[in-house]
């Protein structure tokens, strides 16, 4: 059974700077389609960025040049570092494959005020 579990967020004014954590047990990130999602307060869950097994990624264009998502082979773990953060990144960061079909962590929650 694959468990993730998701660190790092916290509360940050408007242009600062989160790096985001997710730690898989039961699986090994690096020979996965992995992805980082969002889900705003009363809104869906949205894709923000994805890696893959070989190393290309993609973030979402509206996140493009601020975002930036990687690995860390040895520590199995997936990274997001956000940079000039906006009111509108709040929301409940998620890790996953992607398509996500392992069971979801609890996420870490991102807040920027204004």
């Known amino acids: 059974q694959v468990q993730l579990v998701e660190s790092g967020g916290g509360l940050v004014q408007a242009g600062g700077s989160l790096r985001l954590s997710c730690a898989a047990s039961?699986?090994?990130?690096?020979?996965?389609?992995m992805g980082w999602y969002r889900q705003p307060p009363g809104k869906r869950r949205e894709l923000v960025a994805r890696i893959m097994a070989g190393g290309n990624y993609y973030v979402v264009e509206s996140m493009k040049g601020r975002f930036n998502i990687s690995r860390d082979n040895a520590k199995n773990t997936l990274t997001l570092l956000m940079n000039s953060l906006k009111p509108e990144d709040t929301a409940v960061y998620y890790c996953?494959?992607?398509?996500?079909?392992?069971?979801w962590g609890q996420g870490t929650q991102v807040t920027v005020s204004s």
């Open positions: 039961g699986a090994i990130i690096k020979n996965n389609y």
């Open positions: 996953n494959r992607f398509p996500a079909d392992w069971p």
